[in-house]
Nanobody
Framework: QVQLVESGGGLVQTGGSLGLSCAASASGRTFSDYAMGWFRQAPGEEREFVAAISRSGGTTYYADAVKGRFTISRDNAKKTVYLQMNSLKPEDTAVYYC???????????????????WGQGTQVTVSS
């Protein structure tokens, strides 16, 4: 089991940048046993995939909507996954969740059912 706590959300203007962090505490397993992902949910919308990173950090995958603007990374020694968001747009406004997946050994899971552990979410608001 792993507990996840996101931080770093806030209010930013269009075109600005924001960095999110997700700190993990795992019992019985190490952080590197998990692929990690970021999802987001805008008001009135379903939660959607944003980015994922493999267990080692060697492979990443992004939703088309954020490709080239967002960067996911991880530090296994610090048990933390990051999401650097640049060139933010109002449509990026959402609650952002990090999630952990132990079901995918060498990949970057993109589907919500592949993630068993979720953080509580952090609000990101981009003003126009």
């Amino acid at each position: 089991q792993v507990q996840l706590v996101e931080s770093g959300g806030g209010l930013v203007q269009t075109g600005g940048s924001l960095g999110l962090s997700c700190a993990a505490s795992a019992s019985g397993r190490t952080f590197s046993d998990y692929a990690m992902g970021w999802f987001r949910q805008a008001p009135g919308e379903e939660r959607e995939f944003v980015a994922a990173i493999s267990r080692s950090g060697g492979t990443t995958y992004y939703a088309d909507a954020v490709k080239g603007r967002f960067t996911i990374s991880r530090d296994n020694a610090k048990k933390t996954v990051y999401l650097q968001m640049n060139s933010l747009k109002p449509e990026d406004t959402a609650v952002y969740y990090c999630a952990a997946s132990s079901s995918v050994r060498n990949g970057t899971p993109t589907l919500q059912y592949q993630y068993r552990n979720w953080g509580q979410g952090t609000q990101v608001t981009v003003s126009s």
